[in-house]
C-alpha cells in the first residue's frame, strides 16, 4: 500500500449519494469555468490539505468505455517535464475512479493545463515509478496519505506522456 499504513476508514459522510451528486455538480462548474479562462480560474485546487499550498489543476478529456461518451474531468496534477502524473484516488474510495477505466480503455486523448491543450498516452506506473513519485505527490498535496490509509486498493499513479500531433 504505497508504504502507508492502514489506520481508518473514508468518513462515511464522503460517500454519501448528496455529497457525491453536489461533488459532480461542482466539477462541471470547475470545468466550465476553466475551459472559459483558460485556467485562470480553476487552475489551483485550495482544498483540505492544499488550503494554503494550492494544487495545480489539469483537465483530462476521456470517453466513456461502454457509453462512448466524452468526459471532462479536473485533477491535480505533478509536473514531471515533459509528463505528467495524476492519482486514480477518488478521495480514498474503494473503486477505481470511472475516468480511470475509461482511460484503460482508449489512453490516447488530450488535457488541458491552462490555456494549454496537449496530446497525451495515459499509462498506469510500474509498481517502482509509483514508489517514486508518490514522495513528490504526497508533497504536492498531502491529503493523499489519507487517502491511501482509506483503502485496501492500491491507488493507481498515472502517467500522461506527450504524443505527437
Known amino acids: 500500500m504505497s508504504g502507508v499504513p492502514r489506520r481508518k476508514r ?12 453536489a461533488m459532480g455538480r461542482i ?6 469555468a476553466y475551459r472559459r479562462t483558460g485556467g485562470r480560474v480553476g487552475g489551483r485546487w485550495r482544498h483540505g490539505s492544499a488550503l494554503l ?8 478529456d476521456h470517453v466513456g468505455r461502454r457509453s ?7 485533477l491535480l496534477y505533478l509536473r514531471d517535464d515533459p509528463r505528467l502524473v495524476v492519482v ?3 478521495g480514498g474510495m474503494d473503486r477505481d475512479p470511472q475516468w480511470y477505466r475509461n482511460l484503460r480503455a482508449a ?40 487517502y491511501r490509509r482509506w483503502t485496501d486498493r492500491e491507488i493507481p499513479v498515472v502517467v500522461l506522456e506527450p504524443r505527437a500531433g
Open 88 to 90: 486514480a484516488s477518488q
Open 10 to 21: 473514508r468518513p462515511t459522510g464522503l460517500n454519501h449519494p448528496v455529497y457525491r451528486r
Open 27 to 32: 466539477a462541471r462548474a470547475h470545468v466550465w
Open 53 to 60: 499550498h494550492p494544487v495545480p489543476v489539469l483537465l483530462l
Open 107 to 146: 489512453p490516447d486523448t488530450t488535457v488541458q493545463v491552462g490555456a494549454e491543450v496537449r496530446r497525451v498516452r495515459a499509462r498506469t506506473a510500474t509498481a517502482e515509478e509509483a514508489a517514486a513519485l508518490w514522495p513528490r505527490l504526497d508533497a504536492v498535496y498531502a491529503d493523499f496519505v489519507n
Open 68 to 74: 462512448g461518451t466524452a468526459y471532462t474531468t479536473p
